[in-house]
């Protein structure tokens, strides 16, 4: 296994991009982030979605305390100027980039590890997941975005109750609070993911573009102004290949749909 703390491969327009740090339970510091911007930088450039994923037996466990020790006694010197938190610059790169995401998660994915899967855009857990935010029985507080992707996507309630009692949610709780849409077996998660993304390249690049940046906008305007962005985005001059699509579903030559499995 690559001894950088991220990994990266390429497999067909699907970026796999693994965060490799297992003997610390993929905790996240300083270099991981600056190697996660890179692998990143380099799926917009190469692939038409990514999948993010943890090597070892859990996704990640959250922030390097560690480091945060190290940080907090001035053992790390602070930047002479304020900066934009680097974790919000990265994950603002996964979750407002020009492609989506899928998060594939198992063991533990707590503190920032769940900061870090919120980013993507669609999550897929194994039965060994458990999520957790446990902030608030370390005496700091969630820095990696939380307070918003989380929020927005479990509530303010739920999010309390994680902080507040360290409650740790399992696979099928992680399910009705929407952290996740899908739970596989253990050790499947990926594969799962895989699936996912292989379904998710076959749309426009375009398609798949307007999903991740103009909806979760929308979803912050007033209702007048959310149609309005909506029509100005469905009147933009289509490519080509829209145009051979909606062809071939009209002369009957497309993929049919397919009710979902029970």
């Avoid at 991220?6 to 970026?15: E, H, K, P, S």
């Avoid at 991981?32 to 090597?55: P, Q, S, Y």
């Avoid at 990696?144 to 507040?164: A, E, N, S």
Wanted: aromatic share 4%; hydrophobic share 45%.
């Amino acid at each position: 296994m690559s001894d950088s703390l991220i990994t990266y491969q390429l497999d067909g327009a699907v970026a796999l991009i693994g965060l490799n740090r297992p003997g610390k339970r993929n905790a996240i510091n300083d270099v991981l982030v600056d190697e996660l911007r890179t692998a990143v930088l380099h799926a917009h450039e190469e692939a038409n979605v990514a999948i993010l994923f943890g090597h070892g037996s859990n996704f990640c466990a959250g922030l390097d305390l560690a480091e945060a020790l190290a940080r907090a006694t001035g053992k790390v010197q602070p930047s002479r100027k304020r900066r934009r938190h680097n974790w919000h610059e990265v994950f603002d790169q996964i979750a407002r980039g020009p492609i989506p995401f899928v998060a594939a998660l198992h063991g533990a994915v707590v503190g920032g590890g769940l900061e870090l899967a919120t980013a993507a855009h669609l999550r897929v857990c194994d039965d060994t997941a458990f999520f957790g935010l446990p902030e608030g029985q370390r005496g700091i507080f969630v820095g990696g975005g939380g307070t918003v992707r989380i929020q927005r996507v479990v509530g303010t309630t739920v999010m309390m109750d994680m902080m507040l009692t360290g409650r740790l949610l399992s696979p099928a709780e992680g399910l009705q609070e929407h952290v996740v849409r899908y739970v596989t077996p253990a050790g499947e998660a990926l594969a799962k993911a895989k699936e996912l993304a292989n379904r998710i390249a076959q749309n426009t690049v375009e398609t798949n573009w307007k999903i991740i940046n103009v909806l979760p906008r929308i979803n912050d305007m007033s209702h007048d102004d959310g149609l309005f962005v909506e029509q100005l985005n469905s009147a933009m001059a289509r490519p080509p290949e829209v145009e051979q699509r909606l062809r071939d579903f009209v002369e009957g030559n497309a993929k049919p749909l397919q009710a979902p499995k029970v």
